[in-house]
């Protein structure tokens, strides 16, 4: 299998789809701030959704699916007999198992919940670049690239989960077994402490085992300001409310 000379990122075009005005304004702000995504449209409703993919072609839909005028998910098979081959994300509070269970079987390429902080959103968006353009760029030769394309990856078989950009394995694997090891969670600014990297860096490698599942996130109140975000490996969390009194996330 080969793939093609990497070359300049190719803009990612995206459609956001919410009722909501000032949500539909936030989630284009994250967007934006992620490369190589642009922004070509906003639309409220299904129709709108269904006539927006028409007119501007996305790569990419960022779909609610509590709109005024149908289901979210009833948006994705009008896209297909249209003969639209974008991709959709699911951004939506709809926790509810039907409706994880049937955006999977329409092939959603991920289901983020809401509310979700910048970071949330970042981690999948460069996931999904990174895999859109390992699978532009594959050349198939066997029955070998067939499987690593079905299963997501063009590349060699990881251990784990691929990275985002800019992220890397030998401080991923810091981080986590230092998560594992902790006698309880863990801050991001005590998890900065411990292994040596930044703050920011250490948060950005905590939310990201969280989305991934393999941490999980509480809440300590009772300090100024925002509550403080606190990271536990799931091999050592349990259910409830924690010893030190955080209200899990």
Do not use: N, W
Not at 2 to 17: E, H, K, M, N, Y
Not at 66 to 77: A, I, K, N, R, T
Not at 174 to 190: H, K, P, Q, V, Y
């Amino acid at each position: 299998m080969t793939t093609t000379a990497a070359g300049p990122a190719q803009p990612i075009d995206t459609l956001v789809v919410d009722d909501d005005f000032m949500v539909a304004r936030v989630h284009r702000a994250f967007v934006e701030r992620v490369s190589p995504f642009r922004v070509v449209g906003v639309a409220r409703t299904g129709e709108q959704a269904v006539a927006a993919v028409d007119r501007l072609r996305p790569h990419l839909v960022l779909l609610d699916l509590y709109l005024p005028d149908m289901f979210g998910l009833d948006v994705l098979p009008r896209l297909r007999a249209a003969g639209h081959d974008c991709d959709v994300m699911v951004v939506s509070a709809a926790r509810e198992t039907d409706a994880v269970r049937d955006a999977v079987r329409q092939g959603v390429v991920d289901y983020l919940l809401k509310p979700f902080e910048f970071q949330d959103l970042r981690t999948r968006l460069e996931r999904y670049a990174e895999r859109r353009g390992r699978l532009l760029g594959t050349v198939v030769r066997g029955q070998a690239d067939v499987d690593r394309v079905l299963a997501g990856a063009t590349g060699p078989a990881l251990p784990g989960p691929v990275l985002p950009k800019g992220m890397s394995a030998e401080t991923a694997e810091l981080i986590e077994r230092t998560l594992r090891a902790a006698d309880g969670s863990l801050s991001a600014s005590e998890c900065a402490a411990l292994t040596g990297v930044s703050r920011v860096s250490a948060r950005r490698y905590l939310e990201h085992f969280h989305i991934v599942g393999s941490a999980e996130v509480s809440l300590r109140y009772g300090v100024a300001g925002r509550p403080e975000r606190r990271y536990r490996h799931r091999d050592r969390a349990v259910g409830g409310l924690s010893p030190a009194g955080e209200v899990r996330a």
